[in-house]
């Protein structure tokens, strides 16, 4: 995934910080645990259903920009569940842990860094060892998010190494977890497919594992009468934290499935993508979040049937969820791109035309986005209209 999202155009959307309370019911849950712009070259429907059809992924490049992606779902686990490792309110490095996030979130990475070092220096001085872990991962996600892969896998590992050796965390611990999807993430960016693959499957076998305890804690498992959301409302993260990250690990090994793998795992990764759906919800910015992200990575990779499919289970929901209005231009480009590419032209122009009247309100980058994306699309509609349209 991260492969394909480095080509992409990233708009910036505010973070995830808990989870909504439409999470999935009862029994579903129990059954879930149990088991861009393209350079259009003028080819026709043909062409392009026959490139679909087959999956393949071609060096097509961008103009100005690719699929609106509105949150990608590797962010820090802190930012996906709301976790804080070390409770910092009290300790006079809170200021500068948060300027780091400040940073990161507006990609002024090395200032990231710069900071993170000084408070890292801070804490050893200090000699507690906890607060050194907390700011080695703050470390490790910044380098995973600026694209040093390389940095980062060596800081997650650190990372590991000392949640187990001096910490007690076992592999089955949210940390442990949330960090192995993201090693996991960089193999496969680094070519090395297995290694990720495996990665991605102990990190759901663990989580299945935990989500199965967890289940029968709340006596899920044993046919409580109890609306989930009085869970949700009693409990709140304490409850829905390892439902949650089985959802992410289970969005994330969908999205390396339809990245890496052939057309013959495209099957699998729906599955995947349906069981995550379930669990957030039909009607949640974080499900229309998830749902954007996985068609625009199909987009990219040329899966447009699949793309199409997906978009257009949120493409009405999205209107009636109001902490979604500001993803909404985004996601009709992206409609209209996986519409485009499926044969129907006409409607994915309509689509681009709405993208750019709803754009007006929000930020300069997204109404340029959505203008340029609007009149590539036409020019390239109005070239198979003859020579004669003008």
Wanted: proline share 2%; net charge neutral; glycine share 6%.
């Amino acid at each position: 995934m991260l492969a394909g999202i480095s080509r992409c155009f990233l708009r910036v959307a505010p973070l995830i910080q808990h989870q909504p309370t439409t999470l999935a019911t009862a029994s579903q849950l129990e059954q879930i645990h149990r088991r861009g712009f393209y350079r259009r070259s003028g080819r026709n429907n043909e062409q392009d259903e026959e490139r679909n059809s087959k999956g393949s992924k071609s060096d097509i490049k961008f103009k100005a920009g690719a699929p609106l992606i509105a949150l990608s779902w590797f962010v820090t686990l802190k930012d996906f569940l709301g976790i804080e490792k070390v409770q910092l309110d009290k300790d006079p490095i809170k200021d500068k842990i948060k300027q780091s996030w400040l940073d990161r979130k507006f990609g002024k990475f090395d200032s990231a860094l710069q900071t993170l070092d000084e408070v890292l220096e801070e804490v050893k001085e200090r000699g507690e060892e906890l607060p050194i872990t907390r700011v080695l991962d703050e470390i490790a996600n910044t380098h995973y998010q600026k694209g040093d892969l390389a940095k980062a896998e060596e800081y997650f590992k650190v990372v590991i190494d000392r949640l187990m050796r001096l910490h007690s965390f076992r592999d089955s611990s949210k940390e442990f977890i949330g960090i192995s999807l993201k090693l996991a993430e960089i193999f496969a960016a680094q070519g090395n497919l297995e290694h990720a693959e495996t990665g991605f499957r102990h990190c759901l076998r663990k989580q299945m594992q935990v989500l199965d305890e967890h289940m029968k804690k709340y006596s899920i498992s044993h046919g409580a009468m109890v609306e989930d959301r009085h869970r949700v409302e009693a409990f709140g993260p304490e409850y829905t934290d390892p439902i949650a990250l089985f959802g992410m690990a289970l969005e994330a090994y969908a999205h390396f499935l339809v990245t890496y793998r052939d057309e013959d795992r495209l099957k699998e990764a729906e599955e995947y993508m349906d069981e995550v759906m379930k669990i957030y919800g039909g009607v949640s910015q974080h499900t229309i979040t998830l749902i954007n992200n996985f068609g625009a990575v199909c987009i990219v990779q040329n899966r447009f049937e699949l793309a199409r499919k997906y978009l257009e289970i949120g493409i009405d929901r999205i209107l009636h969820i109001n902490e979604a209005a500001g993803l909404i231009p985004g996601y009709y480009c992206n409609y209209a791109e996986a519409l485009w590419h499926t044969g129907n032209r006409e409607k994915a122009l309509e689509y681009a035309k709405q993208a750019v009247q709803l754009s007006k309100s929000l930020d300069g980058r997204t109404q340029k986005y959505c203008v340029d994306f609007q009149k590539s699309l036409q020019k390239d509609f109005n070239k198979g209209k003859g020579w004669w349209f003008w």
